[in-house]
């Protein structure tokens, strides 16, 4: 995928990502720039979670939003 594709659908998909995870502030999300290891640990550092829960959670988020393509 291209860096403009990727861009456009995580400009998307960033609204979603602050519902799911309340506590991640506007400069935690543009610091994860569309970013799968950037969420996980910025979902870590927020919410206290350890590595392989914060990745269950992105992983449960993937698989309710198909059209979302990192």
Same mark, same amino acid.
């Given at each position: 995928?291209? &860096?403009?594709?990727? *861009? @456009?659908? =995580?400009?998307q $998909?960033?609204g979603?990502?602050? *519902?799911? =995870? @309340? ?7 543009? #610091?994860? +720039? @569309?970013?799968?290891?950037?969420? #996980?640990?910025?979902?870590? *550092?927020? !919410?206290? !979670? /350890?590595?392989? *829960? /914060? +990745?269950?959670e #992105?992983?449960? =988020? +993937? +698989? &309710?939003?198909?059209? $979302?393509? =990192?």
């Amino acid at each position: 995928m291209n &860096s403009d594709k990727l *861009e @456009g659908n =995580w400009k998307q $998909f960033k609204g979603t990502v602050k *519902e799911k =995870w @309340g506590k991640l502030t506007d400069d935690d999300v543009t #610091v994860i +720039e @569309g970013k799968r290891d950037q969420l #996980v640990g910025k979902i870590q *550092e927020r !919410y206290g !979670y /350890a590595k392989d *829960e /914060a +990745e269950r959670e #992105v992983k449960h =988020w +993937e +698989e &309710s939003n198909k059209d $979302f393509r =990192w």
